[in-house]
């Protein structure tokens, strides 16, 4: 019944060592031909992903590439193809007998091709393929399509196509890059012993009190007018952050990560707000230092870049070549410097300072505004900024109060980038009883049995994905973006 | 500002050779005490996990370890303490003299122990701390803490204790064992070479039009009324599976899949229901066989649950010593051996044949029944059995039809696993545009330009973990569980 087996079994044969595989490790079972299809004749081709067959080290027989044509040029002695397969930025150049070509082979259809790798002649490419046989197993309506061969088009247009726009270069690197930082930032935690916990998405408390939720109902209209109650008993909303669910596990792991999606009903149209958004979440039990929070997003956010930026680097490169020509220079600056701290206090005296007028008067007391935000970014030589110590009137229950006056400061942080704002807030969370008497009988209760002190944050990673790569829209760092009047597919 | 840095420096003065740090490497730089804390005279200790000091290859001075009090013994002479910090099952032995007891150190209460570390004479246990100060950072009132000293608390009765439950052994490794679970399933598709997608939580489609969805609103009155419309302007939902939308992004990238949460609005009570839980999903192009599909599964599984148990084996040993006693033999078996594969016609010959009366009568055309499915794997000798070539009428239009009769069977396939029945669903999915006219456009779009064979499937997670620890009920596998009338926290 399992077939297959004879293909790896043919697949072993090949020695994979003339392959740098570098991230396909022990990955050529997945693409292993299988022997439950009709056998042909000759040996089975080994299937190759393109970015093994460009970084192949030397010259193979027969292989099989599959995916879809970019580019195709008909000359009169010879046949030249461009096949991407999503591996990689870059597509395989395939050479052909021009007799090979057929009306279904578009840009845009779907093709495996047979052949053998050679080295290419070319110095920008390393490798191509010399086509024995072309199939093409799916067509593509060119004239419909909405993608053109060798255009680029700008990110607004291919907005228009959430199903499709995933084949452009730009959306396909930025998915790639998307899944080399998800990765980054699993690992990243892992090294440093974290439990990761899978924070709840619905939820019947709402986390600050802050922002607007979205409510659950079971869609199913008799099972709702016969129960007349709620599915869950209570009204249940999507999460707005998993804070308080790693609170929770914080007192039992000391270190605890989270990272998924979470949800804000506000009606607003900005570059770098979406009504589901992914979140990195953080909680650190038995600290005491606002700085040992600092020193963990710092690191987290310097780590998960340079991996990144190593492993895949010409998809970063096109978004630092053709998206945001300035931001190369800048993120090296700044993976190279340490980030700068300065308290809420200064911070209103830098802007109280300015020669710049604000819509929004700066003073003690009152929320730092984006344009506040993005001017002490700048101040401080547009690099990222920590701003500590808030108002104790500006910041929700759980933060830690300073005691440098009665209720006057708490031991919070944001962080700031150049071009976003804000991308990270975290605080020292408030481990004494006394401080927190009144409030919601489980917050207490873990209070009650072995509190500690303890702290966290929380990094939007879409901001982050915006500022490193210099992406305007945050509609264009995630693949099936939701907003307001928007949910596409 | 940043003065956390001095501790840092300290911290390198200690030679890190002296710990094995398998699963903690690099990360003393996450547990060093911060300098911003007033300053004591002596030099700062260096701050161990547990799991670190029980590794210890050899005796270290200075340390700090902090974690919360699991068990207190008072003799004449000696202060015995264990401490567990959630780093591993086991807890460290802490030897004081007597006089450092104090009202407020007792089981539950959060600690911080500085003293040296020695060889212990005990054989149980390598190494132990000889305490120089024990602190108590948060006292815990013993008498209302609902987890009493040296008891094992049946899951059932952690249950009602979703905020405190992470403290008992058996919570405590789960969410361990969970957390490397989803781990070595990250790393595993990575090291094939697939693209990690996050598919939408909130989706305006239904993707199998089957299960009950849960509907969203925002839950501010102003808005809602003000609008009078949807906030999406369409009706949206929780999704019940990312495959449509990996289907679209493996029109771009060949390998993807997504491991996030699903959501079914069923009125269920069983112990392998919940409202919100978390699917692995994959999709693989170019894919003309179910035979690929079904050894990705299998790889998937095995990969998976290896490294699970090589790398928590102590949190495993737990479970398959004192909640599912025959589940180990069972499971090495089931490494060993390739699993079993019957077609859907077999498996309904097979309960035809049965000596047992089945409440449903199995008969070719219906679905097999949670009865079926136990009889099925206990046949085939209690282990993992795929069945496949499902009845067309039975699955979903995106099934590819295998055209073995008019519309009779298509390419589908269900692995079933003792004790749980379905764990994972999948199938070839129907590329070609005559079988699906009619159909939804955007998915008709996916066809028409270049489309590809591929298939795919999901696996649930909640189901694997309750499969592979031998948990019977599923709420006891997943930190915060939501099932209907409940949602607690």
Known sequence: MLGARGGWRALRRCPSSIFSSSSFSSSF???????SLPREQRAPAVRLR???????REAAGEVQVQGWVRSIRSQKEILFLHINDGSSLESLQVVADPSMESRDLTFGSAVEVRGKLVKSPHKMQNMELKAESIRVVGPCDTLSFPLKAKERHPLEYIRQFPHLRC???A???????????????HSFFQDHGYVHIH??????N?????????QIETSNETQKSAEKNHFFNVPAFLTVSGQLHLEVMAGAFTHVFTFGPTFRAENSQSRRHLAEFYMVEAELSFTESLQDIMQVMEDLFKTATSTVFSRCPRDVELFHKYVAPAQKGRLEQMLKNKFVTISYNEAVE????????????PEWGCDLQTEHEKYLVQHCGEVPVFVINYPYDLKPFYMRDNEDGPQRTVA????LVPGIGELCGGSLREERLPFLQSRLQRYLDLRKFGSVPHGGFGMGFERYLQYILGVDNIKDVIPFPRFPHSCLL
Do not use: H, M, W, Y
């Open 29 to 35: 079972s997945s693409f292993s031909s299988s022997s």
């Open 50 to 56: 393109v970015r093994q067959a460009l970084g192949a």
């Open 167 to 169: 084949r452009s270069n």
């Open 171 to 185: 959306l396909g690197a930025l998915l790639r890059i998307r899944s080399e930082a998800t990765a980054a930032i």
């Open 199 to 204: 924070t709840p998405i619905i939820t019947s």
């Open 206 to 214: 709402d986390c600050e009190g802050a922002g607007e939720l979205f």
């Open 350 to 361: 830098i802007l109280k300072q300015a020669s710049q007028t604000f819509a929004f008067k």
């Open 412 to 415: 919070a942080v944001d962080l």
